[in-house]
């Protein structure tokens, strides 16, 4: 019932919305990133500097499946340098713990494997941009608006590294500092700092330059 017998609902009612609302937000955005990703549908290949990647985890992945190790140089290519930078730049931290449940699973579909890394790296982003919406919006439906945008705003299927890897983090950092200057307790600043690390993993080259 309205306020004053009209359209407008009451205080209470617009509350208890907007909890049910902040409820189901996460678990609507979350399928929104799944079936909006190009990679679950079976026919789209990775492309550009994604497919360049993409081959990086395929040569990372099958050593560790067929050796047991960390593949730390190539004899056929690259002139046999030590491949650190490699390791940095094509294999992102999501791509780094697939490729061990992948091995403890003994999964041999590289592909497979490869698009779940890519769906778990946009993970933190999404969580970024709805931590911060919340923070920075009242109503429910802006938040889910803005979230939508991000996820249907980016296009990693053919650049990851312009598209998803360079930015992946920023919006979980600056939510980590936005609250360490809130709350003024600082394990939010050295979590923002370790977040802010760990973004430097999979497009170190990128950011350095």
Known sequence: MGQGGG?????????R?????????????FVLLFVTRTYFSGCALPQGDTLYVFQSFQFFYSDLFLNNEIAQWTPYSYYGVNLFMEQLNGVGWSAALVMVI???????????????????EMVPFVLGIYLLAR????????????????????????????????????????????????????????????????????SFPYKAG
């Open 17 to 29: 919305f907007d909890s049910i609302c902040w409820r189901i937000m996460p678990i609507a955005l």
């Open 102 to 120: 992948g091995k403890i699973l003994g999964s041999q579909n590289c592909l497979m494997l490869f698009r779940c890394a890519m769906y778990l």
């Open 135 to 202: 923070q920075w919006f009242r109503y429910p439906s802006t938040v889910f608006l803005v979230c939508m945008v991000g996820i249907l705003g980016t296009f990693p299927t053919w650049d990851v590294y312009f598209y998803l890897r360079m930015y992946e983090m920023l919006p979980l950092t600056l939510f980590c500092l936005f609250t360490f200057f809130k709350t003024e307790r600082p394990y939010w600043f050295w979590l923002g700092g370790a977040v802010a690390s760990v973004g430097f993993w999979g």
């Open 7 to 15: 359209l407008i609902p009451s205080e209470s009612s617009q509350s």
